[in-house]
């Protein structure tokens, strides 16, 4: 079967005992008395969609994301995949992640997880750091970390990810060192590193509006970004992506590849987007609302799934430049000169020319060779400067 024929799933958990510091995510705490009820309107989401999806996909991925997917029962998890076997035809060597705080990880739970499937685990550590975890609002200590992924490891788990925040108030480039290093014994297959970003209205946004904490040193998170490169590789990592390090080419995202890529993908649940047949919608936010939309009737015909809003048809200009700046991430593979002209039936240089062009004398990408064949990529001093590049590929 064709990658065209791919899809992936992601399923929005959006619920949380508290919410972090700097936290802008569609997350809410304090409504745990509507887990059953929005795992049902989720399965629901499912089926009634599966109607308008054609039936040649093949489901390679599943990602439950958050939120804090984990406060849901194994049973529940279980529940909504359960519900997308029923609809779809699985892939033989599908990837199932879910994302997980470390603060509440018991050894049964996990047991029980790689029981009902889930093959690849995502902990959000940030740091190592005390100080970074509390500036953060993180609930966790980093002894929770080590504990859940020695628990993790005991329950079967070989592919687990850990997040990890830089650019932190306070965060020196020795303290973020550290953190990397603490990362690195844990023995993770995986490495997701990301910029703090300050979202308006946040608690974080608001210490620093009024000076309590200091502003983040883009500087030192741009001297940070590259120890990173530079320590990682050492370490047997390889960087496939801007944000993401992997030990081989098997521990790799196959999820967030699909994005990259910008092939389908179908969101379930609460604020959730979807991409299908160069089709975008997003689903209503709130919990209340969503579990709502489910249960009215009858479905807007012009949705696909009845929680969507926000529809946006993608023209063929969009689609290239979408596919040009996610794929544009991918610091290996960038973008294929053959599988940009079957894709879209142009060649890079007929639409892109001139951006090219200025990118390559620039030296922020590279032509260079893959299995044979032409790719687009960033270069090294592309990656600090990458939405320099993505910028270029915008049309009106």
């Not at 993790?152 to 788990?157: E, L």
């Not at 830089?166 to 020196?172: L, S, V």
């Not at 098997?250 to 590849?257: A, D, P």
């Not at 689609?319 to 960038?334: I, P």
């Amino acid at each position: 079967m064709q990658s065209g024929n791919l899809l992936s799933v992601y399923i929005h958990i959006p619920f949380c005992r508290t919410r972090c510091g700097y936290c802008d995510f569609n997350t809410y705490a304090g409504y745990d008395h509507l887990k059953e009820s929005y795992v049902k309107a989720v399965v629901e989401e499912i089926s009634r969609t599966s109607r308008k999806i054609d039936n040649d996909y093949l489901v390679h991925t599943i990602y439950f994301g958050g939120g804090t997917p984990n406060l849901l029962s194994s049973n529940q998890i279980e529940e909504i995949i359960k519900g997308i076997r029923d609809k779809y035809i699985f892939s033989s060597q599908i990837e199932l992640s879910t994302e997980a705080n470390p603060s509440c990880l018991p050894g049964d739970y996990l047991n029980a997880l790689r029981d009902i499937g889930i093959n690849r685990l995502s902990l959000g550590m940030q740091s190592a750091s005390a100080k970074d975890l509390e500036i953060l609002g993180r609930s966790h200590t980093f002894k929770d970390v080590e504990i859940s992924v020695e628990n993790a490891r005991k329950a079967g788990f070989t592919n687990i990810n850990l997040d990890l925040i830089f650019g932190i108030p306070y965060q020196t480039l020795l303290s973020f060192e550290d953190t990397l290093k603490s990362a690195i014994n844990l023995s993770p297959s995986h490495l997701s590193l990301y910029a703090l970003s300050v979202e308006d209205s946040t608690p974080l946004a608001i210490q620093i509006a009024e000076k309590v904490v200091p502003e983040s040193d883009e500087d030192l998170a741009a001297d940070m970004y590259i120890l990173a490169m530079e320590f990682l590789e050492k370490h047997g990592f390889s960087q496939y992506e801007i944000s993401n390090w992997s030990l081989d080419q098997k521990s790799q995202c196959l999820h967030n590849l699909q994005y990259w890529r910008n092939l389908d993908y179908l969101g379930f649940g609460a604020g959730a987007h979807s991409l299908y047949r160069q089709t975008r919608w997003e689903n209503r936010k709130t919990i209340t609302d969503y579990i709502d939309s489910i249960s009215q009737s009858p479905q807007n015909e012009d949705y696909i799934s009845p929680a969507g809003i926000n529809l946006i048809s993608l023209t063929n200009t969009d689609e290239m430049s979408e596919t040009m700046m996610m794929g544009m991430r991918l610091t290996e593979e960038g973008i294929s000169a053959e599988n940009f002209l079957k894709r879209f039936g142009v060649s890079l240089d007929e639409v892109y020319s001139k951006e090219i062009t200025k990118l390559l004398h620039q030296v922020l990408v590279e032509w260079v060779m893959v299995e044979g064949h032409s790719h687009l990529r960033l270069t090294k001093k592309g990656r600090l400067l990458g939405n320099q590049v993505f910028m270029q590929f915008i049309r009106d």
